[in-house]
């Protein structure tokens, strides 16, 4: 049998209702109806900007957005998730939830951006990429993880806004950046607290508790390192101050990108891997190197042949590490 | 049921002798299933398996090396829900005798060399935090450093939730080699096996080169039943199996697991890493595009130096070739990718999901 040191870290006390109250406030936030979407912000932010349609493939989808943009009179490429401001739009938008012709249009973009050599900035706000039939059998996963691959080596700086909700793949297969920055009333997570509460607490109730425990508010995502600042919304919040709030991340963008730009590509590749790369906590336990070492001795293959005594067989990896017995599904 | 034999003091068979079969509802013998290669025998359906047996089925005997066994996850997050994250990991090294959810290492494969990264559905889902994301990087870094194939046998219900967003970003972390190994030459295979389903679809599983799948293997997006309760429509028959993916193009072969090994030692040999001069111009037994290799080689050294990988002191190889993640094609080439084959279907609205 294996070896285990167990976790020696004691576990976590669970949330309180404080944490609780202050995790789903934001959550409440991220979400509001009258936030700015991705479109005012850009008619806001940028000089210009002129959409573009169609994945080339398939169809357009409603719930992203993008084209070429002037940033103070510099081209960009911008491309977001668009969600609707009431029931109706929201429809039309579906809710901000791509289905894989998005990605595959934000991939066209973005290759647009890489022949032209144009700075390429993202603004994430949807709860996740849409399930169901339509979505599967068009590839939605595949789709999601060509975009991520393509960000990842995109020879041309990228900014990536956090502006409502980050949800999961959907945010983050046009959220790959240099630099990732979050307005203050928005959430990033990996799934839904909703989801994540129905999974773990078998109660979709407990998504409050989930939302504190994932803590997936713009301050902890800035101190897991996710997340490298946070743009400070204006009064009450950008519900209320849109204009104030695309100055603000106007004011974001223009630094960060003139930072960026003054990168070689292969150092902005280079920090961009290496970013990625750092991602992630664990520690490395000193263990013994199970192999196969030296080749057995002639006594020991014959022995092991003829199954003399004394002479032990070579563990399988399957006595290693065998099946159980029950089919348990974890989690 | 444990069969009791009056008559005899033979201890009764082991309540754990006999395992149902969830598809036909066949009692099957759990030693016959072993050797059997978890296939019953049946109806042909396929259970799962464990990393060991993995290496068993897949690799040459004695050939497999573990690489990286002392990563352990930690609580980042101190994460509680029903149950503290540190115990449910407990749990499972406890019942698994892994220290994580996947294990990676340098194998042969009918004298092939690969690096070779195994998923456990039995830990924690199978699901992917911070260990099994670095397991993953460091499996395709090596196969970039020694010129060899990569291959990914993946069981997984996604990123871990219990890590948040840093599972999330592991996604991208698992992702980000596979253009260096794309640009230099490096084939990777990726095997689905049951269940594969969000993120780890989402991200590498879903790139290979070669995508096999095991038969009738779970294989979505979204977990069915996600989809099906924010969706609220009817799902059709076989949705989200290795025949649904296959049908729409996304997968490559459904191999089932008694041809898996035979199928993968001849796509190595059919798809070989792409060879390196040593200097000066290509050798390769179709050569480059000339227009191409100009352009690749003025990119050349910026990936080695990329992941940090010293091209001059790397070590060789055993068959002395040069190691280097050295370039071949330009990046133009690179990002240019091929469409998945499209069909229409009624896209109704639909609700958020994982």
């Known amino acids: 049998m294996t070896s285990i040191t167990p976790p020696t870290a004691d576990a976590a006390p669970p949330i309180d209702d404080a944490q609780r109250e202050r995790a789903w406030q934001r959550v409440q936030a991220a979400r509001q109806l009258q936030r700015p979407r991705t479109l005012e912000l850009i008619a806001l932010i940028f000089d210009d900007f002129m959409e573009l349609h169609g994945d080339r493939r398939f169809a357009d989808d409603p719930a992203i957005v993008g084209g070429p943009a002037l940033l103070e009179g510099r081209p960009v490429m911008v491309i977001g998730h668009q969600k609707g401001s009431d029931t109706e739009t929201n429809i039309a938008r579906n809710f901000g939830s791509p289905h894989p012709e998005g990605f595959r249009k934000a991939e066209r973009l973005m290759r647009l951006a890489d022949k032209l050599g144009l700075p390429l900035v993202t603004f994430l706000d949807t709860a996740g990429a849409a399930p169901g039939t339509a979505a599967e059998e068009r590839g939605q996963a595949e789709s999601i993880a060509s975009s991520i691959r393509l960000m990842t080596a995109l020879q041309v700086p990228i900014a990536v806004v956090i502006v409502g909700e980050g949800g999961s793949g959907g945010a983050l297969a046009i959220g790959v950046g240099d630099a990732v920055l979050a307005l203050e009333n928005s959430v990033y997570s990996v799934i839904s607290p909703e989801g994540c509460a129905a999974i773990l607490w078998r109660s979709a109730e407990a998504a409050p508790t989930a939302a504190a425990a994932m803590r997936m508010t713009a301050p902890d995502q800035l101190e897991l390192g996710i997340v490298d600042a946070i743009i400070d919304e204006p009064g009450e919040g950008a519900h209320v101050d849109r204009a104030g709030t695309a100055r603000a991340i106007k004011g974001a963008l223009l630094d960060v990108l003139g930072r960026l730009s003054q990168l070689d590509t292969e150092t902005l590749l280079a920090n961009r891997y290496a970013r990625l790369r750092a991602i992630g906590r664990y520690r490395e336990a000193e263990v013994p190197e199970r192999r196969h070492g030296a080749p057995p001795s002639l006594r020991r293959r014959i022995g092991r042949l003829l199954h003399l005594p004394g002479v032990p067989r070579r563990r399988r990896w399957s006595e290693i590490w065998p099946s159980g017995t029950e089919e348990n599904e974890g989690d | ?354």
């Open chain 2, 1 to 354: 049921m444990p069969i009791k034999f009056p008559f005899s003091r033979r201890r009764a068979a082991p309540a754990d002798a006999w395992t149902k079969c969830p598809s036909c509802d066949h009692q099957v013998f759990n030693r016959q299933l072993d050797r059997n290669l978890r296939i019953c025998p049946s109806c042909g359906h396929h259970f799962r398996m464990s990393i060991g047996e993995r290496i068993d089925l897949l690799l040459d005997d004695g050939s497999f090396e573990e690489r990286d066994a002392g990563l352990e996850s930690v609580d980042p997050l101190g994460f509680t829900d029903q149950k503290p994250y540190v115990h449910r990991l407990e749990a499972s090294q406890v019942k698994t005798g892994l220290r994580e959810a996947a294990v990676w290492g340098l194998g042969r494969i009918d004298g092939r060399r690969v690096a070779i990264g195994i998923f456990d559905f039995r830990f924690m889902g199978g699901s992917m935090g911070s260990v099994v994301g670095e397991k993953i990087a460091r499996c395709f870094e090596a196969a970039l450093e020694e010129r060899i194939p990569a291959l990914v046998i993946s069981a997984s219900g996604g990123a871990r939730m219990q890590e948040g967003t840093l599972s999330l970003l592991q996604l991208a972390k698992t992702t980000a080699p596979l253009p260096h190994l794309d640009e230099a030459g490096i084939p990777f295979i990726s095997i689905l096996t049951d269940p594969t389903t969000g993120g780890v679809l989402a991200s590498f599983a879903s790139l290979g080169d070669v995508v096999l799948a095991e038969p009738r293997a779970l294989i979505g997006f979204a977990g069915a039943r996600v989809a099906s309760g924010t969706v609220g429509e009817e799902l059709p028959e076989g949705f989200q199996t290795s025949e649904f993916l296959l049908e729409h193009g996304f997968v490559d072969l459904v191999v089932p697991r008694t041809e898996l090994r035979a199928t993968v030692s001849r796509l190595l040999q059919l798809l070989p890493a792409a060879p390196v001069a040593s200097d000066g111009g290509e050798e390769r037994a179709w050569g480059p595009i000339g227009v191409l290799s100009g352009f690749a080689q003025r990119l050349g050294g910026a990936v080695s130096e990329t992941i940090g990988i010293d091209a001059s002191t790397t070590p060789t190889d055993g068959n002395g070739t040069a190691p280097a993640s050295r370039p071949r094609r330009p990046a133009g080439e690179r990002i240019a990718d091929s469409g998945p084959s499209e069909r229409p279907a009624d896209s109704g609205p639909s609700e958020p999901g994982a």
